[in-house]
């Protein structure tokens, strides 16, 4: 099935799978080693976003104007400037970009060359998200990730000189980063020029290098208990230096949420284009080719680069709304998960939500089922609980 985007999608993500390393905990579509590839990979994306352009279910939907567009990756920073700036103007050529569009570029420090901030500034790029996850050296390069943390402290000073809003992402429960060295850490982290700060558990993803050195206990893991504990004391010192908790990962200071990552949470349609991307019309996810010389020949032939796509039956839409809700400082709304459920199910969830209300672990504020600060240690748990 392909995927023909409503006139109510606003929002556009593009992968650059390219990196310069592969970090051992990774599980994205990322090659490291194939950069003799990006030429003619960027001919592909091109041809996949100009063949989508142009099958539009009408003239209006290929010219709606973009209001978030999101260069993930990979090592999007790699993207060489003449090709990115085609991309972008490309784009604009094709679907319009909104006036105060949010345009995200993920970058990873030492991978920025002279001149180059300037040059993203000045293809309308208006955010940065930089990934940190530790300022320990010794273990980001057990971990595969050729960075240091004298790397990123000028990266931001600098980038601040261009960009208004700048995000880093941050790794909890990284093996060898102790509880007092996390907690230094997010102190310096505080200081730093940025507006927008993502906290993530650690993931141990089945078939990584990570998994399995964890499998042959070569690296010890942080007890799950112990990672709960840090980040809740992280949460109360971000919110204590203004940076205001809106989901359960993401804290921003006030008019720098990610509108993008928005959009992913509240459910709303997007379109996704390269290698291994994922789209979505609030009903069908569809998944592209993730094998590189497959979606290259299939976009060089300019045939579907689509390899899989599912319809989400009504109890994954019902699963989705409450996890992706009540992962969100605004909560869920109550009736959206009770619109269209059988008696029995109404019933037996109006029941459930009435016993994690009695435990303290959510709240009702207007109709919204909202986390405690119990609650959102155990929100997998919760929404589990609350599916049908």
């Known amino acids: 099935m392909e995927f023909y985007a409503p006139e109510s999608v606003r929002c556009m993500y593009v992968h650059w799978p390219f990196c310069p390393y592969k970090c051992h905990f990774c599980p994205f579509v990322a090659l490291a080693s194939h950069d003799q590839f990006m030429g003619q990979y960027h001919r592909a994306l091109l041809s996949e976003i100009e063949q989508y352009a142009s099958r539009s279910t009408s003239e209006t939907a290929a010219r709606t104007p973009l209001e978030t567009i999101y260069f993930g990756g990979g090592t999007p920073s790699t993207y060489p400037n003449e090709l990115l700036q085609e991309t972008i103007t490309t784009v604009r050529r094709l679907f319009g970009i909104a006036n105060g569009a949010e345009i995200t570029l993920e970058v990873n420090p030492g991978t920025v060359m002279p001149g180059q901030l300037a040059f993203w500034k000045s293809l309308g790029i208006t955010r940065l998200s930089i990934g940190v996850q530790s300022l320990n050296d010794k273990v980001l390069k057990g971990l595969n ?6 790397d ?3 990266l931001l000073t600098q980038a601040s000189e261009f960009f208004e809003s700048l995000s880093v992402d941050l790794i909890v429960g990284l093996p060898g980063v102790d509880a007092d060295e996390w907690r230094s850490m997010i102190h310096q982290i505080v ?9 993530y558990f650690l993931t141990v993803h089945e078939d990584t290098p990570l998994y399995f050195k964890v499998k042959k206990q070569e690296v010890t893991l942080t007890p799950d208990d112990d990672l709960v504990d840090l980040y809740t004391w992280t949460r109360h010192i971000l919110v204590e230096h203004g940076f205001e908790q809106y989901e359960i990962s993401n804290f921003a200071k006030p008019g720098h949420q990610s509108r993008h990552n928005k959009v992913y949470w509240q459910r709303k349609p997007y379109k996704a284009f390269g290698l291994g991307a994922c789209s979505f019309d609030g009903t069908i996810r569809t998944q592209n080719e993730k094998n590189l010389m497959r979606y290259l020949q299939a ?12 319809t989400l039956t009504r109890q994954q ?6 996890m992706l809700g009540l992962r969100q400082s605004t909560g869920v709304i109550c009736k959206d998960i009770l619109d269209g459920l059988t008696a029995d199910e109404h019933r037996q969830i109006t029941d459930r939500i ?4 009695h435990a303290g672990l959510i709240k009702d ?6 986390l405690t600060s119990e609650g959102i240690s155990v929100e997998n748990g919760i929404a589990s609980h609350l599916s049908l």
């Open 145 to 150: 990730r050729h960075q240091s943390a004298r």
């Open 191 to 199: 200081q730093w020029p940025i507006q927008h700060i993502s906290v």
């Open 317 to 322: 839409i019902h699963l989705e709304k409450v």
């Open 299 to 310: 976009a060089e032939k300019k045939g579907s680069v689509q390899a899989s796509w599912e």
């Open 354 to 357: 009435a016993s994690l209300m």
């Open 152 to 154: 990123v402290l000028p």
């Open 365 to 370: 504020v207007d109709g919204y089922l909202i």
